[in-house]
């Protein structure tokens, strides 16, 4: 019996956990973007364009949600990019572990 993890298993129910969960998100993303194009396709239906009102109103939104989604945009680039970079170290910390024990070099 050996004390060591079998790190090839954990490295693999690792990926195997990022992988759903990244699907998770992709899925949430989704029906966030469906409900918020519904929901715009309504305000603009619903919106009376000889109102003044109405117009300032959805100016203002516009002006407060546009940037919103930018930033959105910008932080899951960013996660997806800094995902990516954690998932190549893992595969190289694999790849080096199994040069080291084909050189004998592992204990």
């Keep these: 019996m050996s004390d060591t993890p079998d790190l090839d298993r954990i490295r693999r129910q690792v990926l ?27 305000f603009i239906l619903l919106l009376d364009f ?10 203002a939104v516009l002006t407060i949600y546009i940037p919103v989604v930018l930033f959105l945009a910008s932080i899951y680039g960013a ?22 024990v084909s050189r004998g070099d592992g204990t």
Excluded: P, Q
Excluded at 80 to 94: C, H, K, M, P
């Design 79 to 100: 996660m997806d990019r800094n995902t990516g970079r954690i998932l190549r170290a893992i595969e190289e910390a694999g790849r080096k572990e199994a040069k080291d």
């Design 50 to 59: 000889s109102d003044r009102l109405h117009l300032l109103i959805f100016f």
């Design 16 to 42: 195997d956990d990022a992988a759903f969960w990244e699907r998770a998100v992709y899925w949430l993303f989704g029906a966030a973007a469906v409900a918020e194009l519904g929901l715009g396709i309504t």
